[in-house]
């Protein structure tokens, strides 16, 4: 799952992105509202992370323009605002949810969890099920019937994103926004090695699912 970070004190946007890159989430940062707004507008993210206060353009100004454009990502706003005034204008303006700061990090990761489940298809879950593969989002272990199978990193996110869209075909594209961040190389075949890497190992296990090729398009993950 891809996060977008937007917050102007460095130190405080470099906790959030090592945090967050521990518990196996693709992080892009921007310093301002207006590149803000600009990587949101070009890139696809599973989740924004707003400060209230930022450079350029206010936290609140973005994610106005943003549901105007009709994006639809969910916007978690951090801010040290705490009135109640301030935090319904948050929610007005098209922000999901409001932190308040200082605020704990495993507060922070629960609200993230929260809002990664909002859409309706997946309300709820933190397991993921196709066929007889199973991907606890939660513990960050996945199994294949019985057998658990070892994932690295960028194994579990790419699993992770195969299962949320089983039985869809999905680009090359659609993953590399998702899993990858924006120093990817789009030009390269790492996605094309770690389909392969997946496949591996879900075949040594008595796994039912299969990654299929889709020629000229992508891949699809197969449930029977």
Wanted: aromatic share 8%.
């Amino acid at each position: 799952m891809r996060i977008l970070i937007i917050e102007d004190e460095k130190k405080m946007a470099s906790f959030l992105e090592r945090g967050l890159k521990e518990e196996h989430y693709t992080v892009d940062v921007a310093y301002d509202g207006e590149k803000g707004l600009e990587y949101a507008m070009t890139h696809e993210y599973d989740l924004l992370i707003v400060d209230w206060m930022l450079p350029k353009m206010s936290g609140i100004e973005l994610c106005h323009q943003l549901r105007n454009e009709g994006k639809k990502n969910p916007i978690l706003i951090l801010t040290a605002k705490d009135s109640v005034e301030d935090k319904i204008k948050g929610l007005d303006q098209g922000a999901d949810d409001y932190l308040t700061k200082p605020f704990s990090f495993d507060e922070l990761l629960a609200r993230v969890r929260a809002l990664l489940r909002r859409p309706a298809h997946l309300a709820d879950k933190t397991v993921l099920e196709c066929a007889n593969l199973k991907l606890d989002l939660i513990k960050r272990q996945a199994w294949a019937g019985e057998t658990e199978i070892a994932l690295s990193q960028k194994e579990f996110a790419l699993l992770e994103f195969l299962m949320r869209h089983a039985g869809e075909v999905v680009s090359r594209t659609a993953i590399a926004e998702h899993v990858w961040d924006l120093h990817f190389d789009p030009m390269s075949n790492t996605i094309d090695v770690y389909i392969n890497f997946l496949r591996k190992k879900i075949g040594e296990t008595v796994s039912k699912g299969k990654i299929e090729t889709v020629r000229g398009i992508g891949y699809r993950l197969a449930c029977p």
